[in-house]
């Protein structure tokens, strides 16, 4: 940033031995780290807490035993501080490690495995021991202290099982609040089973947890209660007022003006709101920027609370106003908790390159627009960074942004439409200044719901293939001149496919039998694409389906949601989602690993690849960065420079 600061033609490209040296060390072990380093972290846990059980002692010899079940259950009990630590919002190891706590909940997970199994150890050999005289009931029947632990050891048991991927997405309500309950009852088993000696490490993990919620209720008094915070009272008992407006594809704006905290790009809170989900706080990306001077997050419509917040702001949008008064969206009071979540600065980084399947964009959308808004104050203060250091912390390294944003549905770009304009007029402004900066954006729109398995292509590569789905057409809701008018808004219909065995027309065109439209091919190369127009065309017609490869990309009027015939090659124009030429748009879907390529290939310093979205779009953009790290020989000798990976996938 201090180069950057300087007018340093490369501001994100090592020279010097030192940080050359730094540099490729650091690429080296973020090669290993992309792919193994999880594993190699439980691998190293397992390891130590097996050596300590079995430290000096022969499980063989069964005069040993009893003192194997002592040994176990000491390193068992002190393992309870760090399933604590780790499982907590605001801990000292994120902190230190300046990592998020969701960053660390596969560790907490992992922790908990490993404490069952050296628990069921300290079991086994009690069990074991006894066994050799049938004194096994008699212990669990009559002895308090074995009646204890064995409930201990049940409480965990369940623990671990409920706390299983199936559970939690089946209700994460549900699972929250019996993991709770559960816990505290296994903290409880343990305190009475364990001797007056070692009843500190039930304590240290009760402070621990007291320490998070205690730091938590604090910051979201500080942030929610105008008396607090300082701020003016709004009209109901908390600041925070959040409006509900319902968009496509059963999605919900959530924005909350004046917001009374402060927060970085990429960073997501906690919303309640009790009038509308009673006693539910889920975690929305933001994404908005500070420079936007509010709070907007866009909510997906699943299941409990996300499913009352849209049938709120349907029904809000629907209700009949005052002859001559203005129509506006009515507001509920909301507790926001956060914000949480880290990434490294991406202004740090040559160029950017960031991918986002669906609402990812929730993510991207504000990281890519950030770097924009340190562009401007970059450029509109001239003042001299010695005498003024606080010009460091404005200015961006970044030099070149590439934006991918695939979508099902062309109703999904409306949801950052004003964002994406706002992005192309600064750079435009940036551009007549002098300033050599570029921002590529390309959005491809296909039927697809999630991305799904891979299918293999030509020579070798790999491709993401998208599970085939249906979209149905649904009721919008719009405000004209103080009173409600709904309008039904037609969209393409999507059959569900049951075979593969289609046309090659069908693979071009992504047009069925019967009329209705599924681009289900992979963009290898987005610039042959749009030069020579091989792409799908989404015009389709039941008596007319367009041939092979002699469509071309479909143009569209000012209404998204309708087509107008293939042009030829002879008089082609891109797809149009918007009036800026440069934003593409594309009928298909993307190839990560081919994009990431002319990114890397076009960058004079280290690179940043941030992916959000489905797993399998996540797993295979991190496939395509550990290839073409490999493949560049990055730091080593080759020229090629550093590449940072962030991924954010969707669940919780």
Same mark, same amino acid.
């Given at each position: ?440 954006? %390309? ?7 999630? &991305? !799904?398995?891979?299918?293999? *292509?030509?020579?070798? +590569? #790999?491709? /993401? @293939? ?111 989602? %918007? ?7 594309? &009928? !298909?879907?993307?190839?990560? *690993?081919?994009?990431? +390529? #002319?990114? /890397? @290939? ?51």
């Amino acid at each position: 940033m201090s180069a950057a600061s300087r007018r340093d033609s490369l501001p994100a490209k090592p020279r010097a031995f030192l940080p050359s040296t730094i540099a490729t060390l650091y690429a080296t072990a973020r090669e290993l780290s992309y792919v193994s380093w999880r594993m190699s972290v439980i691998a190293a846990e397992l390891v130590l807490v097996v050596v300590l059980c079995f430290y000096k002692l022969n499980p063989g010899d069964q005069w040993q035993w009893e003192d194997i079940g002592y040994r176990t259950g000491f390193v068992a009990s002190a393992q309870l501080p760090l399933l604590v630590l780790l499982s907590g919002k605001r801990n000292i190891i994120g902190w230190l490690t300046g990592t998020s706590y969701e960053r660390l909940n596969w560790l907490h997970r992992w922790v908990s495995r490993i404490l069952f199994l050296s628990v069921t150890i300290h079991m086994g050999f009690w069990f074991i021991n006894w066994a050799r005289y049938d004194y096994i009931i008699v212990k669990l029947t009559t002895d308090r202290i074995t009646q204890r632990g064995f409930a201990a050891w049940c409480i965990l048991l369940w623990i671990v099982l409920s706390s299983s991927l199936p559970v939690r997405r089946w209700n994460y309500e549900f699972f929250v609040v019996q993991h709770i309950v559960t816990f505290v009852g296994f903290l409880a088993a343990v305190y009475l089973h364990l001797p007056e000696e070692v009843k500190v490490w039930v304590w240290l993990p009760i402070g621990f947890y007291l320490f998070d919620r205690v730091y938590r209720a604090l910051t979201t008094l500080l942030v929610n209660f105008p008396l607090l915070n300082g701020r003016t009272r709004g009209p109901g008992i908390m600041c925070p007022r959040a409006t509900f407006q319902p968009l496509s594809q059963s999605t919900t704006r959530i924005t909350v003006e004046n917001p009374p905290m402060h927060w970085r790009a990429g960073q997501h809170v906690f919303l309640t709101c009790h009038a509308l989900a009673p006693l539910q706080a889920h975690p929305f990306t933001i994404t908005s920027i500070p420079e936007d001077g509010k709070l907007e997050f866009l909510v997906k419509s699943k299941s409990g609370g996300t499913r009352r917040f849209f049938r709120h702001a349907e029904s809000s949008q629907s209700l009949p106003v005052a002859a001559g008064q203005p129509y506006r969206l009515h507001t509920r009071s909301v507790i926001l908790e956060g914000p949480y979540g880290r990434i490294r600065p991406l202004r740090q980084f040559d160029s950017v390159f960031l991918i986002a399947g669906s609402s990812g964009a929730t993510f991207t959308v504000p990281l890519m627009r950030d770097i924009v808004s340190c562009w401007l104050k970059n450029a509109h203060n001239r003042i001299d960074s010695f005498s003024h250091p606080a010009f460091v912390f404005q200015g961006a390294a970044t030099r070149y942004i590439r934006f991918i944003w695939a979508i099902k549905s062309r109703e999904q770009y409306d949801w950052f439409k004003p964002q994406l304009a706002t992005v192309v007029d600064d750079v435009r402004q940036l551009k007549s200044e002098g300033w050599q900066l570029e921002v590529d954006m %390309s959005i491809y729109v296909t039927c697809d719901e999630v &991305s !799904g398995a891979k299918n293999s *292509r030509p020579g070798g +590569r #790999k491709s /993401l @293939e998208f599970p085939r789905g249906r979209m149905e057409g649904m009721t919008v809701a719009q405000s004209f001149r103080g009173h409600v008018e709904k309008e039904n808004t037609d969209v393409i219909s999507i059959d569900s496919v049951t075979s593969r065995s289609h046309s090659q027309a069908d693979a071009f065109t992504g047009c069925r039998p019967n009329g209705t439209c599924c681009c289900r091919r992979t963009i290898e190369d987005e610039g042959v694409a749009l030069n020579l127009q091989e792409q799908c065309c989404c015009n389709c017609d039941p008596d007319r389906i367009a041939t092979v490869k002699e469509s071309s990309l479909c143009t569209q009027t000012s209404n998204l949601n309708t087509e107008t015939p293939c042009q030829k090659s002879g008089d082609q124009q891109d797809i149009k989602l %918007s009036s800026f030429r440069e934003i593409a748009v594309l &009928s !298909g879907r993307p190839q990560p *690993r081919n994009l990431i +390529r #002319k990114t /890397l @290939e076009q960058a004079l310093g280290e690179s940043a690849v941030v992916v959000c979205g489905p797993q399998s779009l996540v797993d295979e953009v991190r496939h395509s960065v550990v290839a073409l790290s490999d493949e560049r020989a990055v730091h080593k000798g080759t020229g090629a420079q550093g590449i940072y990976f962030h991924a954010e996938s969707f669940g919780y």
